[in-house]
């Protein structure tokens, strides 16, 4: 697709991709990023905040400009004067409706304090438009041979070599790497090195490696050691080789009871053991679950956790921007969250598992915190008659309002978790350290907002939201 001037900000609305408040809040966020240095057209905050999918800002991107399509079944491409974002386009040979060729440039925020250009539009995903026009094909066009990634084949720290990139964002990637002496396979989270010399992602990086580093469970992942090398900062992460829950997910919609709670006994278990050391997750979700080749699950990315006896928080904007789906009542009121928000998460995702949808999904972001805050669980059995009335109890209190009438600890949620599906007692949650931290102490109470107010706070609300990118 051709490059083309912004698009004004109504015609998001106009399109359906956001609703006014939504509009009104990202244009907030490019103000904010602006007086912070961090000049970014408003499709890239759109993105990067996850208000919209990259088709849905492609497709804006595009209307009424020039673009270039392409058939999923036979390859040809297309140009297509005055492409109408309401309109979806077919191959007449194939009958098949085409994606979009676009540049990846929109998924890469610029670089901290540059003047730019607004990207080119969208991400090569489909492009989601009404009914059709049949096309005939455009005289081929010469596909450009793919780059190399600079990463792949370099050695890192003299022992980790680079294999092949896993997943990419606007910040940085993760790569597969082996180490030399002896092929073992680790992932590598490589920062970019313009946001490897922001002080804030400096700090969440460092805040996971330490909040992993003195975790060591078999459900949370690893992380092995945290350099920097050419002005590049790099985490090197324990490889789990069986892919995220979300992926899951997509496959399988929702599991089947005992699966379900064979997963959730595996992150809770991680997490009463991290709770035990202390550290409080904060952001528990399918992207932050990976399964190995044998089914079992491990939780990742701490770039969120609260060290219950330091009570820095510093991301509160990334948090409320990235997973309002999966947020506490108390986290959405602004009130801290303790480990009993990582239980209420958990109770969320649980009900996700078992019925393969989300229980609070809002029209904006606000009112998804509201829902979070005032509305009751739905029913599960509702949507899923299969799942034992007991475990839907079960679920129902992790997700209870209040903090204290949930589950005292992850390790009691396990226990009844497994007595509703008639499994054996756990046996991966291990034994309390010899010294327990201090309980954690929530943070003053604010009023309802506090916590959406804070997203625009300077300096977190440019790292945190952005962060979301890359932990997608």
Not at 341 to 368: H, W
Request: positive net charge; aromatic residues 6%.
């Amino acid at each position: 697709m051709e490059a083309a001037a912004a698009p004004p900000p109504e015609l998001f609305v106009k399109l359906g991709v956001l609703d006014s408040e939504k509009l009104k809040r990202c244009l907030e966020f490019q103000e904010t990023f602006q007086k912070q240095g961090l000049h970014l057209s408003l499709a890239h905050v759109i993105l990067n905040l996850g208000m919209a999918k990259p088709e849905q800002v492609a497709r804006v991107l595009a209307h009424q400009t020039t673009a270039t399509l392409r058939c999923p079944g036979c390859s040809r491409r297309f140009t297509v004067p005055d492409f109408q974002a309401n309109r979806r386009y077919k191959c007449e040979p194939c009958m098949m409706y085409l994606e979009a060729v676009v540049d990846e440039s929109l998924l890469h925020p610029p670089v901290p304090g540059a003047q730019t250009a607004t990207p080119p539009p969208g991400s090569p995903l489909n492009v989601p438009t009404p009914a059709g026009k049949l096309l005939v094909p455009s005289p081929p066009t010469p596909v450009p041979s793919v780059r190399k990634d600079p990463f792949e084949g370099r050695t890192f720290g003299g022992k980790y070599r680079i294999v092949k990139r896993l997943a990419k964002g606007g910040m940085g990637a993760v790569y597969l790497a082996e180490r030399h002496h002896d092929g073992h396979k680790v992932a590598v989270k490589i920062l970019t090195e313009e946001f490897s010399k922001m002080p804030g992602i400096q700090g969440r990086f460092k805040r996971e490696a330490s909040a992993t580093g003195r975790l060591e469970h078999p459900n949370i992942v690893a992380t092995i050691e945290m350099a920097k090398e050419d002005n590049y900062t790099y985490i090197v992460m324990e490889y789990v080789d069986g892919g995220s829950l979300v992926d899951t997910l997509v496959r399988e919609k929702k599991l089947p009871p005992v699966r379900a709670v064979e997963i959730m006994t595996d992150i809770l278990a991680g997490l009463h053991h991290a709770h035990q050391h202390g550290v409080i997750h904060r952001d528990i979700k399918p992207a932050n679950v990976l399964l190995t080749s044998q089914g079992r699950a491990k939780v990742i990315d701490f770039g969120l956790a609260k060290d219950a006896e330091a009570q820095t928080i510093l991301t509160l904007s990334g948090n409320v921007v990235g997973t309002p789906a999966y947020m506490a009542p108390e986290q959405a009121r602004g009130e801290g969250s303790g480990p009993a928000a990582d239980l209420y998460s958990c109770g969320i995702l649980t009900f996700l598992l078992l019925t393969g949808r989300k229980p609070f999904e809002g029209k904006s972001l606000v009112d998804t915190l509201n829902k979070q805050i005032n509305d009751p669980l739905p029913s599960i059995r509702g949507v899923s008659p299969d799942v034992p009335a007991e475990l839907e109890e079960v679920v129902k209190k992790m997700c209870a309002k209040e903090p204290a009438k949930r589950h005292a600890s992850p390790e009691v949620a396990i226990s009844a978790l497994q007595k509703s599906v008639g499994l054996r007692a756990a046996t991966a949650v291990r034994p309390a350290p010899p010294t327990a931290p201090e309980a954690p102490v929530a943070a003053p109470a604010g009023t309802v907002w506090p916590a959406v107010t804070a997203i625009l706070a300077a300096g977190a609300a440019v790292w945190g939201a952005l962060w979301w990118v890359m932990n997608r």
